[in-house]
């Protein structure tokens, strides 16, 4: 018999925690094969979160560490500086990254370090049941913005691209979704790119990623794809907005 | 043998380098400035890596990443930075991993002063962080021993996989002495446990998340056993004169070196003193000031701060008879050796 489909390498047979139509899924495959096809499993350093993905060690099958929350890229600045031969990326939420993080992450991409995020955006904080995290959409209802939210009382959703791409030290940049079967097919290509210029050496490359958490936004998965598409898209445009070249 | 005049900041960044440190991170505070820039040259030099991080939040979580990465680390601050540093610290114990702090302590609260102080005793002697774990807290009196102390941090956070905080103060960041240089230290301990590829391995994955019911105590009870381990083991404390003294004045650090020279002055003087030192403030030396404290009447505690060792000092005198007073300056007031005298004859 012919086989058409494997799991990749870098994903263990563990089942993980994630809710049935969950992003994180989607997404941490791609990040396997991406490594399986570039052949570096054997020299791949993770950096999992505090949010819903903060047991990526036992679904990656290579090197991960745990970080303390938002933490992440101070982690990775230090692995990637003592071992500039390994692939180290950072795996986190829009908590992690753009509340208790923001410190971290402009300046890990100030300086250029020289490894990759992936920044998965789900607009609500996934973990602690539905919070609104700083990239909640205006009116978007959580579970601490009952009534929707309101800029005049809770502010202004970030967009992290847009405030990242002011900054030298990031090399490639993107926004991709994971709403479509073009749009997972864009990312995994955005993932790979952002490999291959970690493997260039060129600072920091980072991939901003729109996903869907269906328990909290309180939609069916399919809904959650729509909603992605429809809304979420709408103030986070999907978008290259730095890349030095054809690395592909 | 090499000698050098070095300030305390440059004595423990030596230690550090001779120890074979490869990662320094740290963030601007008075009163150790010239320890980050001192180290951005030496570590340079040696080919170390360098990093002026955003914060000392920033600092504590490289510190993760280079001791995760297997390799040797340290990062030195003052009170209100090490005070950021304190969940980072929690995630070092909690994940088993080695790395050096150093802080030369300030008065406190808040902001404070930058003036030498000891009140971060307790912070550093009881965890500091959230959680039920311990650091090694080692307290050098004197530019050559925060020099020997720092390049043993390193081998003892190794041993036991564990964070080992010098507890300097603002006084010893800011004097110059003599110091002899440790010669470079050759072999470290092999780190299987390092994240570093799975390169002809299984993955390594390092985490202090236990959400398995039980697993997190059985975590806790292991890592108690270590605890005790250091306990049992790595105590190092000093005492003067005090065999069979009915008088004894417990001091560590700094304020040891100052209440030494009042201790000398009464005991010309004819009276019955002795002085003890702490040099592991964690693990304390219970049962060392407890043998002291056999003939013991009268014994005073001082600190440069309201009174946190005296704790220790009270669980170690348990079984004694002597009367604890106790003699501080909080807010960065330094006693000189007279003020100390004064005390003692008072008493
Ligand atoms: C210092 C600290 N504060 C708060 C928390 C609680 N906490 C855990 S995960 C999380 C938010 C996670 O949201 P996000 O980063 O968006 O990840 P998601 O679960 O949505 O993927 C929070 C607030 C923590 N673990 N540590
Ligand atoms: S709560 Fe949301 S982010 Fe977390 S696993 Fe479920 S769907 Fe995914
Ligand atoms: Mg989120």
Redesign the pocket.
Known sequence: MKAVYQKPESLTSETTIYCPGCG?GIIQKLIAEVIDELGVRERTIGIA?????VLSYNYFNFDVTEA??GRAPAVATAIKRLLPSRIVFTY??????AA?GTAEIIHAAARGENFSVFF?N?A?????KGQM?PTTLEGQITTTTPGGRNPQIHGFPIRVCELLSSLDGVTYLERTTTSSIQGIISTKKAIKKAILWQMQQKGMSFVEILAS?PTNWKKSPADSMKWIKETLEKYYPVKVFKDPGNIL | MRLKILNGCEASAEGAISAGCAFYAGYPITPQNRFPEYMSERMEHFGGVFIQAESETSSINMLFGAAAAGFRCMTSSSSPGISLMQ?GISYLAGCELPAVIVNMVRGGPGLGDVTPSQSDYFQSTRGGGHGDYRTIVLAPWSCQEIHDHTYLAFDLADKYRNPVIVLGDGLIAQMYETVRLKPTKKRFPKKPWALDGCSGRKPNSLKSLFLTPGVLEAHNWKLASKWARIEKREIRCESYYCKNSSYIVVSFGTCARIAKEAVERARQEGTDIGLFRPITLWPFPYAQLAECLKNAKKVLVVEMNLGQMIDDVKIAARNSNARIFFYGRPGGGVPDPDEIYKEIKKK
Do not use: R
């Open positions: 994180h979160p505090v949010g819903c993905a303390a929350h986190q939420g829009d908590g992690d990254l208790i998965i789900n609500v904080y996934g973990m602690t995290a958490c | 969940e």
